[in-house]
């Protein structure tokens, strides 16, 4: 059966062609010892066909866009994710060379088990501990916080470098954090405000509510992984490290000598990117970050070579940080709603967005 990428959107009711795929695969998932949600079992007919209820109090009213599900794993009751990839990738490689590397959970999402599909064997799934988005809840709220963020972002770059994996496509999409401190209830994959799809989940409230998503200051410590290795390149050795082409990912923009034709080093890229992800993704929308303003402009200075490796990076991010009061670590972050006001002024600081 194709498991491909097909136009058909699933609703309310109905599945949609890649949801269909997932039902195929269901009995054959649940024997490996993965359950699907009640949606994807063969046989499904929605509670709003059968009683009647609005989709918002129906959990299999829920739906899936794509070749990445939630299931529960069967032994232990855990939550895991569930993603359809080609055995022969690069992600796939990537993931079962750090699903063998000591201390690589500590930096990238664990592969916990790749099983080949049956009648497709060049392609697999790839189990995944579920974790949640960093974007969700979207904000930080305080310089500590994002801090804490940055100096993980940097020792999981550094750690990734160190075996000679270049990312290529770093943006706050492609992390993810562990929310069992963040989120005590836990939530449901496909509609995260929910603990279970139906029940609601409550920002910030008192911890007596078994509900609550505490703030990340609450919650701390927190760790933050990187995801999504499919654009990225490993070498065998530092000596095998060789330039790369390819004019990929989302915030290439940020960094000049990504190109299709012209080799560049992988590897002085991922530190511009970790600069075009604070500028794009943090400085454009937050007020308080301003003292981070020249360590940026070192790791986005547009000659690669006189920009820092990633451990410099971070020794240079650590000297900055250890120079901080427990006032200015406190300090409020304020999300601007506009950013007009904010472009005029990174760009008067040396930091002008690249051009959409």
């Known amino acids: 059966m194709s498991t491909g990428k097909l136009a058909t959107s699933p609703t309310w009711t109905s599945l949609g062609e890649a949801e269909r ?31 009647g209820k609005s989709p918002l109090d129906c959990e299999d009213s829920i739906t899936c866009h794509g070749e990445v599900l939630d299931a529960t794993r069967l032994l232990t009751g855990d939550s895991v994710v569930l993603k359809m990839v080609e055995t022969s990738s690069a992600e796939t490689s990537i993931a079962a060379f750090l699903a063998c590397t000591p201390g690589a959970e500590k930096h990238a999402i664990q592969t916990l088990e790749v099983i080949p599909m049956y009648d497709n064997p060049q392609r697999a799934f790839m189990v995944m501990p579920r974790m949640r988005a960093v974007s969700d809840p979207p904000f930080f709220y305080t310089v500590r916080e994002f801090i804490e963020f940055v100096e993980q972002v940097l020792q999981g770059l550094v750690f990734l470098h160190s075996k000679n994996i270049a990312h290529r496509d770093i943006c706050t999409a492609n992390m993810v954090m562990d929310a069992s401190l963040l989120i005590p ?22 911890d007596a509510n078994p509900l609550v998503i505490k703030s990340r200051t609450r919650a701390a410590p927190i760790r933050y992984v990187y995801i999504d290795f499919g654009l990225s390149v490993r070498f065998r050795t530092m000596e095998a490290r060789q330039l790369v082409t390819g004019e990929r990912g989302r915030l290439r923009k940020h960094v000049p000598e990504i190109c299709e034709t012209v080799p560049y080093d992988a590897f002085k890229a991922d530190v511009g990117l970790v600069g075009g992800m604070l500028l794009g993704e943090f400085l454009l929308f937050y007020r308080g970050l301003d003292f981070i303003m020249p360590f940026v402009r070192k790791l986005r200075r547009r000659d690669p070579a006189r920009r820092p490796d990633a451990a410099t990076a971070l020794v240079l991010f650590q000297r900055l940080v250890s120079k901080m009061d427990e006032t200015a670590l406190e300090g409020p972050l304020r ?3 506009t950013q007009a006001s904010r472009k005029a002024m990174l760009f008067l600081h040396g930091l002008g967005l690249p051009k959409s």
């Open 21 to 51: 795929a997932w039902v195929h695969y269901q009995p054959f998932l649940e024997a490996r010892g993965y359950m699907l949600r009640r949606r994807y079992r063969p046989g499904w007919v929605s509670d709003i066909v059968a009683f």
């Open 185 to 206: 209830a836990g939530f449901h994959f496909g509609r995260t405000c929910t603990s279970d799809g139906v029940q609601c989940l409550h920002f910030d409230a008192d």
């Open 335 to 337: 999300f601007c709603l």
